[in-house]
C-alpha cells in the first residue's frame, strides 16, 4: 500500500477538502488529485464522491478514514516516544548500589529524579560491594553506585568519585574504649561485628591489617544487612568498622561512641561505575548529571 497515498487521503478526509489539504501539506491540488485517483486505483474501490460543490467520503472511504486515522495516531505516539527516549524522558534504568548509598542516599536522590522523570522505569537492587561491579560487568545493570574502596577496578569500568567521607570503628558507650584513643594493635585484638564477605568495609579492615602486617581481627558476628550489623553493636556486642555516613547519628544521639585509633584515617569513597566506551540512554545521564548536582553533603564529608 502506498503510504504517502494514505496520508494525502487522511489529511483530506480530517480537513474536508482538497483545497485546504493543499494548503497543510503544501502539495498542488492537481498532484494530490493525481495521487488520490492512482490510490482509488490501487485499492479497486472510490474513495470520494460529489456533494455539491465539493467532495464527500464513500462509505468505504469512511471506514478506510477511521483506519486511517488510528494508524497516524499511532505514529504521532512512536514518534513521541522516540524524542521523549532521546530526552531521557522515558526508558527504563537498572542500577545496583552497595548498601551504604542503596539506604542513606539513593532514595534521596530517586525521589527527586522521580519528580522530573516521572515516566522513568526504575529496577534497584541493594547488594555488596563485588556483586555490584559483577553485575554492572556482566551487563545486568545500566550503573553501579558503589561505597567503599575496591581493590582494583577493572579496566572496563569508568568510575567518578562523588565525595569522600571518613570510616571509623565504633563501640557501645559502656564499651572500654569508648571515645578513647588507642594503638591498632589493641584494636585488632576486639572482637568485631561485620557485613557478610564482599562488603567493601570488611575488605578495608582487612587490607588494613596486612598493611601494618597484624594478624586478621576476629569477626565473631556476621550479618548480610548494614542495619543488622550496627544494631548488634548498640547491644552492647563487639566493635564495627564503617563508613561515618551509617552511625554519625548513633554517635550524636550517643548510641554509639568512636574509638580513636592512632595514626589511622581512612577516607570511604562514594561513585558513579559504569562500562567504559558504551553510551548511556539519556535517562541514565539524566539521573547521574542530577546526582553530580546534587551530592548528598554534611560537615564531616568532602564533597
Given at each position: ?33 493525481a495521487q488520490i485517483k492512482k490510490f482509488e486505483k490501487e485499492l479497486s474501490f472510490a474513495l470520494f464522491k460529489p456533494q455539491g460543490r465539493g467532495i464527500a467520503l464513500t462509505d468505504a472511504g469512511e471506514e478506510l ?198 595514626g589511622i584515617h581512612l577516607k570511604n569513597s562514594i561513585a558513579i561505575c559504569t562500562r567504559k566506551n558504551e553510551p548511556l540512554s539519556a535517562s541514565a545521564a539524566n539521573l547521574i548529571q542530577m546526582i553530580r548536582q ?10
Open positions: 500500500m502506498n503510504l504517502h497515498a494514505l496520508r494525502l487521503f487522511h489529511v483530506i478526509a480530517s480537513t474536508g477538502s482538497v483545497t485546504r489539504a493543499s494548503e497543510t501539506l503544501s502539495i498542488s491540488q492537481p498532484a494530490i488529485t478514514a477511521l483506519l486511517a486515522k488510528r494508524l497516524f495516531a499511532v505514529e504521532q505516539q512512536i514518534e513521541q516516544f522516540a524524542q521523549d527516549y532521546v530526552n531521557g524522558t522515558n526508558g527504563s534504568i537498572r542500577l545496583a548500589a552497595t548498601y551504604l548509598p542503596a539506604h542513606f542516599l539513593i532514595p534521596t536522590w530517586i525521589a527527586k529524579f522521580k519528580q522530573q522523570y516521572e515516566q522513568v522505569e526504575m529496577v534497584i537492587t541493594t547488594t555488596n560491594s563485588s556483586d555490584a561491579l559483577k553485575q554492572l560487568l556482566n551487563v545486568e545493570v545500566d550503573m553501579a553506585i558503589y561505597g567503599g574502596i575496591a581493590e582494583a577496578y577493572p579496566d572496563t569500568i569508568q568510575t567518578e568519585e562523588l565525595f569522600q567521607d571518613e570510616l571509623w570503628f565504633v563501640v557501645a558507650p559502656h564499651h572500654r574504649y569508648a571515645n578513647q584513643q588507642i594503638s591498632l594493635s589493641e584494636m585488632m585484638k576486639e572482637s568485631f561485628v561485620m557485613r557478610e564477605e564482599g562488603s567493601s568495609t570488611r575488605e578495608r579492615l582487612l587490607s588494613l591489617c596486612r598493611t601494618y602486617n597484624m594478624p586478621a581481627p576476629t569477626i565473631s558476628l556476621q550479618f548480610n544487612g548494614l542495619h543488622e550489623a550496627i544494631q548488634a553493636v548498640i547491644a552492647g556486642y563487639g566493635a564495627n568498622f564503617v563508613s561515618s555516613l551509617v552511625v554519625r547519628e548513633y554517635v550524636e544521639r550517643g548510641e554509639l561512641c568512636r574509638i580513636y585509633v592512632e546534587n551530592p548528598y553533603t554534611f560537615e564531616g564529608i568532602k564533597a
